[in-house]
T-cell receptor, first 114, second 113 residues
Framework: DTEVTQTPKHLVMGMTNKKSLKCEQHMGHRAMYWYKQKAKKPPELMFVYSYEKLSINESVPSRFSPECPNSSLLNLHLHALQPEDSALYLC?????????????FGPGTRLTVT | DAKTTQPNSMESNEEEPVHLPCNHSTISGTDYIHWYRQLPSQGPEYVIHGLTSNVNNRMASLAIAEDRKSSTLILHRATLRDAAVYYCILKTPMRGSGDKLTFGTGTRLAVRP
C-alpha cells in the first residue's frame, strides 16, 4: 500500500469557522509533511513532522495548527482563515530511501475560504 | 536550497522520446537531484532521483552531467498520460529530521496525439 489519503476532498469554510484537514498513511513512514499550493503555482512547504515531532515550521501563521497524534495520522487545524488561504493543501510522507527520502503525496484537499 | 532552472513549457508527440532539461549550477556535493511530476488535479508524484551516475527506473531515465551542473529527465516514449508539470528539485539529505523539497516553477509538458 503506497497511498496517502486525505479528507475531505473539498472544504468550504467561513472566516470564523474552525475546521480540520486529515491525512493518513500506512506505509510505516516516520516523516509527514503539509504543503500549500495556490493555483498555477508550485507547492510550498508548510510543516514537517519527523517521528511525530514538529521539525520544520516554515513561518506559517498561527491560524494553521498542525498535529501528529500518531505515526500514521497528520492533521491540520484551521481557524480564522482569510480568503487568501484558499488553496490546495497537500499532505506527503516519506521514509529514508537510498540516501535520501522519496515523498509520497496525497491528492490534496481543495480549500475555499469565503 | 540550491536553485534549479527549467524551461516553462515543452511539447512532444505521442510515442516519441522527451528530454526535459534542468540547470543547477550551484549544486553542492551532497545534493541529490530529484524529479517529481504533477498531473492535472493530482498531488505530485515521485519520478526519479540520482546523485552522480545516470539512473533508470520503470518511469524514466535521469542523465546527470559530469560536472553535475545540469541534468536531463528522459521519457523514452511519451504517452498522453505523461502530460504534466515536471519539477526538478535539489535535495540535501537531512537524516532524522525529514526532507525539505523546494519546488521551482517546473516545466509544463504537453503531449500531442
Amino acid at each position: 500500500d503506497t497511498e496517502v489519503t486525505q479528507t475531505p476532498k473539498h472544504l468550504v469554510m467561513g472566516m470564523t469557522n474552525k475546521k480540520s484537514l486529515k491525512c493518513e498513511q500506512h506505509m510505516g513512514h516516520r516523516a509527514m509533511y503539509w504543503y500549500k499550493q495556490k493555483a498555477k503555482k508550485p507547492p510550498e512547504l508548510m510543516f514537517v513532522y519527523s517521528y511525530e515531532k514538529l521539525s520544520i515550521n516554515e513561518s506559517v501563521p498561527s491560524r494553521f495548527s498542525p498535529e501528529c497524534p500518531n505515526s500514521s495520522l497528520l492533521n491540520l487545524h484551521l481557524h480564522a482563515l482569510q480568503p487568501e488561504d484558499s488553496a490546495l493543501y497537500l499532505c506527503a510522507s516519506s521514509q529514508y530511501t537510498g540516501g535520501t527520502y522519496e515523498q509520497y503525496f496525497g491528492p490534496g484537499t481543495r480549500l475555499t475560504v469565503t | 536550497d540550491a536553485k534549479t532552472t527549467q524551461p516553462n513549457s515543452m511539447e512532444s508527440n505521442e510515442e516519441e522520446p522527451v528530454h526535459l532539461p534542468c540547470n543547477h549550477s550551484t549544486i553542492s556535493g551532497t545534493d541529490y537531484i530529484h524529479w517529481y511530476r504533477q498531473l492535472p488535479s493530482q498531488g505530485p508524484e515521485y519520478v526519479i532521483h540520482g546523485l552522480t551516475s545516470n539512473v533508470n527506473n520503470r518511469m524514466a531515465s535521469l542523465a546527470i552531467a559530469e560536472d553535475r551542473k545540469s541534468s536531463t529527465l528522459i521519457l523514452h516514449r511519451a504517452t498522453l498520460r505523461d502530460a504534466a508539470v515536471y519539477y526538478c528539485i535539489l535535495k540535501t539529505p537531512m537524516r532524522g529530521s525529514g526532507d525539505k523539497l523546494t519546488f521551482g516553477t517546473g516545466t509544463r509538458l504537453a503531449v500531442r496525439p
